[in-house]
T-cell receptor
Framework: NAGVTQTPKFRILKIGQSMTLQCTQD?????MYWYRQDPGMGLKLIYY???????DKGEVPNGYNVSRSTTEDFPLRLELAAPSQTSVYFC?????????????FGPGTRLLVL | GQNIDQPTEMTATEGAIVQINCTYQ??????LFWYQQHAGEAPTFLSY????GLEEKGRFSSFLSRSKGYSYLLLKELQMKDSASYLC??????????FGQGTELSVKP
């Protein structure tokens, strides 16, 4: 299993541009998550999904959109990039949120908005 | 509100023992995780506690007291490779994992 994969690894955007961060998992996990991590800080939940066709907001959803058309894929969309969205973005997945359901993280996408 | 507190940074000596504390306030509680994150890498799972008490896993142990909203991660026989950020995360009743800011541990020879 490849686990959780993310593309791209690094991207520079200009203010106002849009892009999609890709996330794919091959573990047949129902739950998927998008986090952002600012320098020296913990992880903040942006959006999450409990299954195909179902998404919900996390702590910091403004400026982002998600979709979940398949179990495997959970793309994160930035419509109008702003410097405040400069961060490292991690995608994660888990079987569920019951006891001992570990979240497995992808390698991250480093985004710089100038 | 929901809040996870842990020290920003700690320093310890190779071969020693270090305890990283975490206090949490969440709407409901469905378990507490500890993750390790090396610089520039993704977080990796270390431990999970949902009941009170100590869970031991090799050199790493994690403790939970639900009545006190408190957990700690204990690292024994510290090695240089243990230098990393340690993230405390608590699952709330809505199934969301809320993370603290992380504790940056530096292990010195």
């Amino acid at each position: 299993n490849a686990g959780v994969t993310q593309t791209p690894k690094f991207r520079i955007l200009k203010i106002g541009q849009s892009m999609t961060l890709q996330c794919t998992q091959d573990m047949n996990h129902n739950y998927m998550y998008w986090y952002r991590q600012d320098p020296g800080m913990g992880l903040k939940l942006i959006y999450y999904s409990v299954g195909a066709g179902i998404t919900d907001k996390g702590e910091v959803p403004n400026g982002y959109n998600v979709s979940r058309s398949t179990t495997e894929d959970f793309p994160l969309r930035l419509e109008l990039a702003a410097p405040s969205q400069t961060s490292v973005y991690f995608c994660a997945s888990s079987r569920g949120t019951a006891e001992k359901e570990t979240q497995y993280f992808g390698p991250g996408t480093r985004l710089l908005v100038l | 509100g929901q809040n996870i507190d842990q020290p920003t940074e700690m320093t310890a000596t190779e071969g020693a023992i270090v305890q990283i504390n975490c206090t949490y306030q969440t709407s409901g509680f469905n378990g507490l995780f500890w993750y390790q994150q090396h610089a520039g890498e993704a977080p990796t799972f270390l431990s999970y506690n949902v009941l009170d008490g100590l869970e031991e896993k090799g050199r790493f142990s994690s403790f939970l007291s639900r009545s006190k909203g408190y957990s700690y991660l204990l690292l024994k026989e510290l090695q240089m490779k243990d230098s990393a950020s340690y993230l405390c995360g608590a699952y709330n009743q809505g199934g969301k994992l809320i993370f603290g800011q992380g504790t940056e541990l530096s292990v010195k020879p």
